[in-house]
């Protein structure tokens, strides 16, 4: 279970500790894009004693070795993300969700512009989510719609 967290902490030089092992299920479990803070709150339910800053090293090292992503953008706490397959992001301007958009091949730099080694691609979509969208304009919420009688399936 978890080779490849395994493998890729080892290589780095780090020790496979319960908490990396725990934060990075927790991240795995979850597609919400939580801040540090709230993976502290998660992993803690499992790890009652574990210091914030152990969950902050952990987190860091699962970022170095390439298995979690960070998603920072201006002043609002970074969030992270297990998820490893390509895919860009659309954030919500309003209530700061974050919400996958797959994306199988994300843009490349023109072969024409050198910029040095990529690392890594980061293409987040602003706007606003379906449900602030109804909240502005006045509108019930997608979920009483969604509880009306179906017709079936
Ligand atoms: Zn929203
Ligand atoms: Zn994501």
Known sequence: MH???KSRLRNAGYRVTRQRV???EYLRSTDSHPTAEQVVGAVRGRLPRVSL??????IDSL???????????GA???RYDAGTDEHAHFRCSAC????????PSLPAIPADVDVGEVAGVNVEYAG???RCRRRKLGLPDAAHVESSPSTGE
């Open 22 to 24: 725990a934060i990075y």
């Open 76 to 78: 609002s706490p970074a």
């Open 128 to 130: 606003v989510c379906p």
């Open 53 to 58: 800053a152990t969950v902050y090293n952990g």
């Open 63 to 73: 970022v170095s070795i390439g298995l979690v992503r960070r998603i920072a953008r």
């Open 3 to 5: 080779d490849a967290l």
């Open 96 to 103: 700061d969700e974050i919400r996958d958009v797959p994306m």
